[in-house]
């Protein structure tokens, strides 16, 4: 049986704006959101500018605007894909004109999106890669070994939650720091959960350096004996 993707795209006040459909709810917010970031001249949205690129202040800018995020069948879809899009205008050329009977709002999209990663989610494989490390340790050469590989643990979730930040916001963090006319980059205008990423990178770098010390050094203790 033929399976049909997921269509999402645009309401404004009840009206399906034509030109915007995406099978990737991501893409269409990313979208969507660098469009009213180009046309607002809405103080409020313009002052969300300064926040740190996430989804969050990216749905905010979207609400903001008026726009809500709806589910396609995907015989509409087809017919206003390829249709010009408009953020501001009412013109009806803008909007479909034919039934909405089979479109769907999508309600709480915050708490949607954060069923795909539990809100633990972190914490979980933190404490699971810890104790595979260590379990790992403990086999080759007893719990000193298993402590000096589980302390590197928190270095390597700091370097996956950074990559899942990364990856998620790439696109934002872009559009935040480079300047297409004078082609520079404003690395004063990083996110600060880059910096915070960056101070977590040098503590578990840290902690698992001393703690590799000091498991060296009992290590060494123990042989003499």
């Known amino acids: 049986m033929t399976e049909f993707p997921t269509y999402y795209g ?27 970031i180009e046309v607002t001249n809405d103080e409020e949205i313009l002052a969300l500018l300064n926040e740190p690129p996430t989804l969050e202040r990216d749905l905010d800018i979207i609400e ?19 249709e010009e899009p408009a953020l501001v205008s009412m013109e009806d050329k803008y909007f479909y004109n034919g039934s909405l009977k089979f479109v769907k709002k999508i309600e709480n999209l915050r708490t949607k999106w954060g069923q795909f990663m539990p809100t633990n989610f972190f914490e979980i494989l933190a404490f699971s890669i810890m104790i595979g490390l260590f379990i790992i340790g403990y086999i080759r050469d007893g719990y000193l070994e298993g402590l000096k590989l589980s302390s590197y643990s928190f270095l390597l979730i700091t370097t996956i939650g950074f990559l899942i930040y990364y990856m998620t916001n790439a696109q934002s963090i872009e559009k935040l720091i480079y300047d297409p006319v004078t082609k520079e980059i404003s690395f004063n205008k990083l996110p600060t959960e880059i910096y915070g990423f960056g101070f977590l990178f040098l503590l578990s770098f840290l902690v698992g350096f001393t703690i590799e010390i000091y498991v060296n050094s009992k ?7």
């Not at 995406?22 to 269409?28: E, F, I, R, V, W």
């Not at 726009?67 to 087809?78: D, K, M, S, W």
């Not at 290590?219 to 004996?225: I, P, V, W």
């Open 219 to 225: 290590q060494k203790k123990e042989k003499r004996n």
């Open 64 to 82: 903001m605007h008026g726009f809500e995020i709806c589910e396609l069948p995907a015989y509409i879809a087809e017919d206003i894909q390829f």
């Open 10 to 36: 645009i309401l404004d006040n009840n009206e399906l704006r034509v030109g915007f459909v995406y099978t990737s709810l991501p893409k269409l917010i990313d979208s969507v959101n660098e469009a009213i």
